[in-house]
């Protein structure tokens, strides 16, 4: 956990959108930068420190967590955009198509069974 002096000091860096007392929230500049130089055979702690984020603060875990996020960010549509809040992660039945909306109420079915049976 960041005390409350660790978390003033990464509030301040420009690249950092959030931070609480468990995780920060850095800026879509910052994860396309960290991308891009990690890519090009920087490690992550060069890459904290030229951002002006102390790589000890986070530890290697963070660190080790944010190169796999940004990896998937790289991959997804949005892109590095934050999505948290924006979409619930749950498809629209209406978007499903007929095959994907009978296997989807198959799989309902049974599971109502098994609850039934349960019961």
């Known amino acids: 956990k960041f005390s409350e002096e660790q978390q003033k000091q990464l509030r301040s860096n420009p690249f950092i959108e959030k931070v609480s007392e ?7 500049e910052f994860k396309e930068r ?6 090009l055979g920087k490690g992550p702690s060069a890459i904290l420190r030229d951002m002006g984020i102390d790589p000890t603060l986070l530890g290697k875990r963070r660190k080790d967590s944010l190169v796999r996020r940004v990896n998937v960010y790289e991959e997804r549509i949005d892109g590095y955009q934050d999505m948290r809040g ?3 992660g749950r498809h629209s039945i209406k978007e499903l198509s007929d095959t994907d909306r009978i296997k989807r109420l198959e799989h309902q079915i049974r599971y109502l069974k098994q609850e039934n049976e349960f019961l």
């Open 86 to 88: 924006k979409n619930s």
């Open 22 to 28: 468990t995780s920060i929230t850095y800026t879509k």
């Open 34 to 39: 960290f991308y891009k130089e990690y890519h």
